[in-house]
Every structure is written in structure tokens, then in C-alpha cells.
């Protein structure tokens, strides 16, 4: 695709079926709730994405929409690529994922998934990559408390400590921790509350942190879990308690003074 082509139109926007949208961190801030409590929130550029392309079970093996997100150059895609957005005739995306769904027969290719899908008091689950820290140590990568610095361990309070067995097996097992890389790796933060969405901006505010450096890529799906009512049991032990003492004594009673004088 050469830079001279022809700009292509927006598609036209449509409420979204799903609860699914790809997004950017753009970074943490706090807004003040209707109590005048501060919440920490991670603002997220969510969407428009896309719609390139729609999977069948019938052709691919399963239901999935590939959507595009994010601004790019059209001579910054790949051959490939741009050849997907031709077909699609929609602008160059900087991401392509497919979103997994029962409901892709009822899109159309051209579509747009918008933030207007989320309200505020929903809960999503968020996929991102973590923070690449290069080679970390023991510590710092599978947060060990380290050893004594006293009797005699002048050089040894970060090390990781013995790592092999004794003479039988005589070898380190597979899946020891030991220092590595760290980071840069998929990480899911579950059960995240959307404390507000502006459509007009296509903005997200979720309360807590997200995996990623700012500007890194979001996946925003609603979430798998489900928040269980508390269960107060103190009154109900006392209602018990009331019921046990107070009638069942006095019923025996009665019951013989209206015998006594028909005998």
C-alpha cells in the first residue's frame, strides 16, 4: 500500500454485542467518588478497533473476530498486513488479534468494537506484557527473604542457598528457582471494576493497576469471576437460640391440668 492511495472512509460505529476491546495504558491517576474517596485508576486508550476479518468454525475451527487497533503509517506495515487491510477496507492498524466469540456471525467486517460496550460498575479481566527487567537475582525474581547476615555469612545474604541434593539423586531438579530473566512475559490481572468509561473520548478508568509500561498493549475482556454475597450469621444464631427456650417448657404443663379433670 503506497502512500499516495486513496484515504478510506470510517466505518460506521456500532454498538458492540461482546465485552471484549483491545487498548492502550496511558498511564495512573486518581479520581475523587461520589463520598469524596480518592481512587487510584489506570487510564486506558480503548479502542475503536476494527473489524478485518470474521473466523467461522466452519473454515478456521472456531468463532473469533481479528480486529485492529492502534495509529500507524501505512509504509510501517508489512506486505501481509497490508494486503488484510485492503481486503477489509479499513485504515492500518498497529495490532492484529483475534477476540474469541459465540457472537461473530452477528458482525460485519468494516465494524467498529467502541468503549460505549463497558459502563461503570462492570468488572473485566486485563491481559498485558509485563515489564521486561532483564536477569534478576534469586531474590528480586521469586521474592526470597535471603539468608542471616550473621554467624559467619559476611557475603551470602542474597544468595539463593543450596540447590542440589545428596549423593542419591546427586542433581539439581528441573523447575528450581534460580535467577533468570524476568519480566516481559503475558500476566492477567483478574476482577478489575471500570469506575468510569467515556465514549466520547473512548477512554476506560479501572480502578488498581494493570500489567505494561505505558503506551503497551491492553486486552480488555469481561471477567470470568463472580463477586459472592457475605453471609452474617450472628442473628441467625440468636433467632435459634430465642425459639429453643421459651414454649416447649410450658406445653407439658397445660396439657396435664386438661386431663385431670376428665379422669
Request: with cysteine; aromatic share 6%.
Amino acid at each position: 500500500m503506497s502512500e499516495t492511495s486513496t484515504p478510506v472512509e470510517s466505518p460506521a460505529v456500532v454498538v458492540p454485542a461482546i465485552k471484549a476491546i483491545l487498548g492502550q495504558k496511558i498511564g495512573m491517576t486518581q479520581v475523587f467518588d461520589s463520598s469524596g474517596r480518592a481512587v487510584p485508576v489506570t487510564v486506558i486508550q480503548a479502542g475503536p478497533c476494527l473489524i478485518t476479518q470474521i473466523l467461522n468454525r466452519g473454515k478456521h475451527g472456531y468463532d473469533a473476530l481479528q480486529v485492529a487497533f492502534g495509529a500507524v503509517r501505512e509504509k510501517s506495515v508489512n506486505k501481509p498486513a497490508a494486503g488484510q487491510f485492503k481486503k477489509a477496507n479499513v485504515p492500518a492498524g498497529r495490532w492484529l488479534r483475534e477476540l474469541r466469540t459465540d457472537k461473530a456471525s452477528t458482525f460485519q467486517v468494516g465494524q467498529a468494537l467502541r468503549v460505549a460496550a463497558f459502563s461503570a460498575g462492570d468488572y473485566v479481566d486485563v491481559w498485558g506484557t509485563s515489564k521486561g527487567k532483564g536477569f534478576a537475582g534469586a531474590m528480586k525474581r521469586h521474592n526470597f527473604s535471603g539468608g542471616p547476615a550473621t554467624h559467619g555469612q559476611s557475603d551470602r545474604q542474597r544468595a539463593p542457598g543450596s540447590s542440589g541434593s545428596n549423593t542419591y539423586p546427586g542433581r539439581v531438579f528441573k523447575g528450581k528457582r534460580f535467577p533468570g530473566h524476568l519480566g516481559a512475559e503475558r500476566v492477567t490481572v483478574q476482577h478489575l471494576e471500570v469506575v468510569r468509561a467515556d465514549p466520547e473520548k473512548d477512554l476506560l478508568l479501572l480502578r488498581g493497576a494493570v500489567p505494561g509500561p505505558r503506551e503497551g498493549l491492553l486486552l480488555i475482556e469481561e471477567t470470568v469471576k463472580r463477586m459472592k454475597h457475605r453471609v452474617v450469621h450472628a442473628q441467625i444464631k440468636k433467632e435459634k437460640a430465642g425459639k429453643k427456650e421459651a414454649p416447649k417448657a410450658a406445653a407439658p404443663a397445660a396439657s396435664a391440668k386438661a386431663k385431670a379433670p376428665g379422669k
